[in-house]
């Protein structure tokens, strides 16, 4: 066998070099296959408004066209205004997840133009949540993981249900990669 290092010649089977003492081969990497763990999303409450204004602009249509019959065009554009609101939300609500492997979280935005963003589970410094008084009230709560690679870096997770425990996967996982 031949050093890589220096070039001397060594016995068969050595791991160091007995001149230099530079390891004679690699060991070859364990093959190990990241997993999913868990798929978070925003939960509905978090686009109420937009739920709740176009049903508001549905039900004024539907005043419209049946209280007065010389504003059927307008109850109709109101009413399609409304629907097209709520469809328009409902995609919304579909362009944000956040996925929890074995190794990474990996934070999708976007339906057309999409940015993906993943922190290793291994630079996570810090998971904090938050809870404020409307969402304590219907089960939600924001979730921020903190980088160590960077103090301005964070994932956030708004309005998921059971935030706490979304937490505690979170810190699971962590500890299980880093074991």
Request: aromatic letters at 8%; hydrophobic letters at 45%; glycine letters at 8%.
């Amino acid at each position: 066998m031949r050093c890589p290092q220096c070039g001397n010649d060594t016995q068969q089977g050595a791991a160091f070099c007995s001149r230099c003492g530079a390891r004679m081969y690699a060991p070859k990497p364990a093959t190990v296959r990241e997993y999913a763990l868990a798929q978070f999303r925003p939960s509905l409450w978090y686009y109420a408004n937009g739920f709740l204004f176009g049903g508001v602009l549905i039900a004024i249509g539907a005043i419209l066209l049946y209280l007065k019959r010389e504003l059927i065009q307008a109850g109709f554009a109101v009413t399609g205004v409304g629907a097209l609101t709520f469809i328009v939300t409902m995609i919304r609500a579909r362009t944000v997840s956040w996925s929890l492997t074995s190794d990474r979280l990996i934070e999708k935005r976007g339906l057309l133009a999409s940015r993906r963003r993943e922190m290793e589970l291994a630079d996570i410094r810090s998971v904090e949540v938050s809870k404020r008084i409307v969402q304590r009230m219907i089960g939600l709560g924001d979730v921020t993981i903190a980088s160590a690679a960077s103090a301005d870096y964070a994932i956030r997770l708004n309005d998921i249900g059971a935030p706490d425990e979304t937490a505690e996967t979170i810190r699971k996982a962590r500890l299980k990669r880093m074991a």
